[in-house]
């Protein structure tokens, strides 16, 4: 069965600090790995994707890495700030055949950010 | 980059009546967007899957008849909830990918706060 597991569900750290979430995933044949970061009452905004053969990929104060081998990625945040207060979510695609994808989401965790 | 434009951002309907929802790719052309549903703290749940010029594929449980979806042009998707009712209360959010291959880009609209009263 297809599917993304993500942790912590629930984060909170103080501004400055940095952190790293977690996911998990059985999505399978892989096609790519995507986070997101979800405002509340937003839609989600893209931070990075990452292919198959990508082991790292950064975005400003966000780096992901992909372990493709044990079906993980993670999430680190550098030097966080308030506005980094959000759910960030996993999704991993998956090629069903014949042109076909499903993007398969993971529940997301939810950070906060403590001034 | 590329914006995916969502309307009406909230939107308030009495019981028994017709809403709907549109999405806009603003500067690039989308021959398939996604329209999800999410409640509460809980992630995105795929409704269907909207093809420019053919009928939507949705996804299992999602009712064809009570989620209208229409694909007429390149850049524009709309989701009407037909006879809607309280339990149709949620945030809907469409999404459109680039084309080029799976793994370009795919993003979001900013979502729509429907309440049924």
């Known amino acids: 069965k297809n599917q993304v597991e993500q942790s912590p569900q629930s984060l909170i750290i103080l501004e400055g600090k940095n952190c790293t979430l977690q996911?998990?995933?059985?999505?399978?044949?892989?096609?790519?790995l995507r986070w997101y970061k979800q405002d509340t009452g937003r839609g989600p905004v893209s931070l990075t994707i990452?292919?198959?053969?990508?082991n790292t990929k950064s975005n400003g104060r966000y780096t992901a890495t992909l372990d493709a081998d044990t079906k993980h990625s993670s999430l680190h945040i550098t030097a966080s700030q308030l506005s980094d207060s959000a759910s960030y979510i996993c999704?991993?695609?998956?090629?069903?055949?014949?042109?076909?994808?499903?993007?398969?989401f993971g529940t997301g965790t939810r950070l906060k950010v403590l001034a | 980059g590329a914006v995916v434009s969502q309307h009406p951002s909230r939107v308030i309907c009495k019981s028994g009546t017709s809403v709907k929802i549109e999405c806009r790719s603003l500067?690039?052309?989308?021959?398939?967007m996604f329209w999800y549903r999410q409640f509460p703290k809980k992630s995105l749940m795929l409704m269907a899957t909207?093809?420019?010029?053919?009928?939507?594929?949705?996804e299992q449980g999602v009712e064809k008849d009570k989620f209208l979806i229409n694909h007429a042009s390149l850049t524009l998707s709309t989701l009407t909830v037909t006879s809607a009712h309280p339990e149709d209360s949620s945030f809907y959010i469409c999404?459109?990918?680039?084309?080029?291959?799976?793994?370009?880009?795919?993003?979001f609209g900013q979502g729509t706060r429907l309440t049924v009263v």
């Open positions: 500067d690039f052309q989308a021959t398939t």
């Open positions: 909207s093809n420019e010029g053919s009928k939507a594929t949705y």
């Open positions: 999704v991993v695609s998956a090629h069903l055949g014949s042109g076909t994808y499903k993007y398969i």
């Open positions: 999404s459109a990918r680039v084309p080029g291959g799976f793994n370009t880009e795919a993003f």
């Open positions: 990452m292919t198959f053969s990508e």
């Open positions: 996911c998990n995933y059985t999505v399978s044949p892989f096609s790519n």
